[in-house]
């Protein structure tokens, strides 16, 4: 019994020293975020206890009333097949060994001296072992797990009987362990083990007394089971998915997040030079963007560049005639007017209709109105302010290829004036648009 209380002591030292260790490795474990797992699924353990013929099921009651206790061991080699179940091949020793033969009574003066000694020369067992729970929330390696087991096995033993019968001797049985126990991680693929096993032999005479009944024995334990494999890969049967999908998901957001606010700081930031850029601070008409003569004094007559004119142009009223092929350059103008998505900026596809636009309002000096128009997507506010800005930024482009500021109006109605249905896609890139206008 000094053994066994030496061992248990040992491993219970040990479980407190090193649990900080495992803690540690499972924060630091690297992981690609989502990905496919590679997990180590075969390990192998090594165990101690005690061996006793009483057992929770028939307590003292077998071919002898006095059950003591003795040291065993053994050990296995386990696949995790998946993390609530494995196979596990196990391997014992030891022997098991009581006193008082039931059958010769109480009163008889050799029932204090009888007893029987079974060494189990070896046995071996195959057993599913079904993980109930990996106690673990926040860390993706569990610490706790407790655990059930049954299976079938083969054992050789010799019972040496003293005062009850002559004794069985050497034989080979066959014989069911059940069991329950738990593990404890205490370092990252190394687990302490805890059991309890009840062994059913198929024989009534495992003791050496042929009984009317099978006879069974059982076996706690303390042991450590090391896994096998890669170090950096988790063990199946402490790998706690819920945990690693929270810790997994958590970075993801504070990505998003840290995305999120970025893009904002750069729409801000495109929002104020877009102002900038479209600010008339000389109050000439010409935006500063395409203003080449800033400052320019109050109320001076500029051109298209912003810049003072030698001599007023001369204002002349005529009748303004527009034409089917002045027009066709308005339509096709439209045709071609793209921006950058959810922004005012004109993409340099459209450049070359425009400037024939342009070329047509300084030639005719005709008098352009800009209506913008968005789909009801968004705000109001934010869709109103897209559709002037859009409209002014193309008034903005016609005054720097030399177009009269003063001929050209731009307006925003936003998604107030549609002319095909919102429901559909089609019907919104119809409303998305910017109306020209000449007269």
């Known amino acids: 019994m000094r053994t066994i209380t030496k061992f248990t002591l040992m491993l219970s030292l040990t479980a407190g020293s090193a649990y900080q260790t495992f803690a540690q490795d499972t924060t630091l474990e690297p992981a690609s975020r989502f990905s496919t797992k590679d997990f180590r699924t075969w390990s192998i353990g090594v165990h101690g206890g005690v061996l006793t013929p009483y057992t929770i099921f028939r307590g003292a009651?077998?071919?002898f009333d006095t059950p003591t206790e003795n040291f065993g061991y053994g050990g296995y080699i386990k696949k995790q097949i998946i993390p609530s179940f494995g196979l596990q091949a196990n391997f014992l020793a030891g022997h098991v060994e009581g006193m008082r033969a039931s059958s010769l009574?109480?009163?008889?003066?050799?029932?204090?001296?009888?007893?029987?000694?079974?060494?189990?020369?070896w046995s071996a067992a195959l057993t599913a072992n079904f993980t109930l729970a990996n106690l673990s929330i926040n860390k993706e390696n569990g610490y706790f797990s407790p655990y059930l087991k049954a299976g079938a096995g083969y054992m050789s033993s010799n019972a040496e009987v003293t005062n009850a019968g002559p004794g069985k001797g050497y034989t080979e049985d066959w014989f069911i362990p059940v069991g329950a126990g738990f593990k404890v991680g205490i370092a990252k693929g190394v687990n302490l083990d805890f059991g309890y096993d009840v062994n059913f032999v198929k024989a009534a005479d495992f003791d050496g007394v042929s009984g009317s009944r099978y006879d069974n024995f059982s076996y706690g334990?303390?042991?450590?089971?090391?896994?096998?494999?890669?170090?950096?890969?988790?063990?199946?049967?402490?790998?706690s998915a819920l945990a690693d999908l929270r810790k997994q998901t958590a970075a993801e957001s504070n990505e998003l997040r840290s995305a999120l606010s970025s893009a904002e700081q750069n729409a801000a930031r495109d929002r104020e030079q877009y102002a900038k850029d479209l600010g008339d601070d000389d109050a000439d008409g010409v935006a500063n963007k395409f203003d080449k003569c800033p400052d320019t004094p109050a109320n001076t007559v500029v051109?298209?560049?912003?810049c003072p004119l030698a001599t007023p142009r001369p204002v002349i009223r005529e009748k303004i005639?527009?034409?089917?092929?002045?027009?066709?350059?308005?339509?096709?103008?439209?045709?071609n007017l793209e921006f950058d998505l959810g922004k005012s900026t004109i993409r340099a596809t459209s450049y070359a209709t425009l400037n024939r636009v342009a070329a047509l309002?300084?030639?005719?000096?005709?008098?352009?109105?800009?209506?913008?128009?968005?789909?009801?997507?968004?705000?109001?506010?934010?869709?109103?302010?897209?559709?002037?800005?859009r409209a002014e930024s193309v008034k903005a482009y016609l005054v720097s290829q030399g177009a009269n500021p003063s001929r050209i109006e731009a307006t925003g109605y936003g998604p107030n004036q549609p002319i095909a249905s919102n429901n559909t896609a089609e019907g919104r890139q119809t409303n998305r648009r910017v109306e020209f206008t000449l007269y």
């Open 61 to 63: 009651n077998n071919d």
């Open 105 to 121: 009574g109480t009163a008889n003066p050799l029932y204090d001296d009888s007893r029987f000694k079974s060494h189990i020369e």
């Open 221 to 239: 334990y303390a042991g450590l089971e090391f896994a096998l494999g890669k170090k950096e890969n988790p063990q199946l049967v402490n790998y």
């Open 303 to 306: 051109d298209g560049a912003g």
């Open 321 to 335: 005639i527009v034409t089917e092929a002045d027009r066709k350059i308005v339509d096709e103008a439209i045709k």
């Open 361 to 389: 309002l300084v030639e005719k000096n005709f008098s352009l109105k800009l209506a913008g128009h968005t789909d009801n997507t968004g705000s109001m506010a934010l869709n109103l302010s897209l559709s002037k800005d």
